[in-house]
């Protein structure tokens, strides 16, 4: 299948720092990429859907001045967590669709944010 | 709003035997259905897609789809230990083609 990349795969952060996690699509190109957060025994949460050359779309609730999304190429999304603090501690996952007529999405490994 | 419903867990089966995993969908819209299977720690691993009704057979998975009854199920067949997991059903809808988890159910296939 498709192979979608993520790094870090962790990070460990003080509280009020920002943190970039990016996501890149190895062997496609992807004018959406999705951004996803999931907490210890639930399931995963869209937060916004990430659009090349436009600006993303955020779900319900979640903050976009707070999750910055930028779509800088068809291969390539990133999140920044801005003035991170302890409740933004999850594990965030992006994938990316394949338009290989299936639009299927594949996942990328995700990031482990823990905030301090 | 949409929502997908999977069976409660957890789910134990013996080695060897058929695990049957249950998803219902409220959107009608919904076009594409995925079974993604998730490891402790680990991001969703795709292992099925339907688009159709009727089954899909892949080694020893078998989805099912039925779009009038908004239903959807996964069978494990001669499930292993390696198939303990959490199985998380995603119909897909709109123009961006966004999934929608359900909570997921939690596999443990007893050696």
């Known amino acids: 299948g498709a192979v979608v990349s993520q790094h870090p795969s962790r990070v460990i952060c003080k509280s009020g720092t920002s943190v970039k996690i990016e996501c890149r699509s190895l062997?496609?190109?992807?004018?959406?990429m999705f951004w996803y957060r999931q907490f210890p025994k639930q399931s995963l949460m869209l937060m916004a859907t990430s659009n090349e050359g436009s600006k993303a779309t955020y779900e319900q609730g979640v903050e976009k001045d707070k999750f910055l999304i930028n779509h800088a190429s068809l291969t390539l999304s990133t999140l920044t967590v801005t003035s991170a603090h302890p409740e933004d501690s999850s594990f965030y996952i992006c994938s990316a669709p394949w338009k290989g007529g299936t639009d299927t999405q594949y996942f990328g490994p995700g990031t482990r944010l823990t905030v301090l | 709003q949409k929502e997908v419903e999977q069976n409660s867990g957890p789910l134990s089966v013996p080695e060897g035997a058929i695990a049957s995993l249950n998803c219902t969908y409220s959107d009608r819209g919904s076009q594409s259905f995925f079974w993604y299977r998730q490891y402790s720690g680990k991001s969703p691993e795709l292992i099925m897609s339907i688009y159709s009704n009727g089954d899909k057979e892949d080694g020893r998975f078998t989805a099912q789809l039925n779009k009038a009854s908004q239903y959807v199920s996964l069978l494990i067949r001669d499930s292993q230990p390696s198939d303990s997991a959490t199985y998380l059903c995603?119909?897909?809808?709109?123009?961006?083609?966004?999934?929608?988890f359900g909570s997921g159910t939690q596999l443990t296939v007893l050696p």
């Open positions: 062997d496609f190109q992807a004018t959406t």
């Open positions: 995603a119909p897909s809808s709109g123009s961006a083609r966004q999934l929608t």
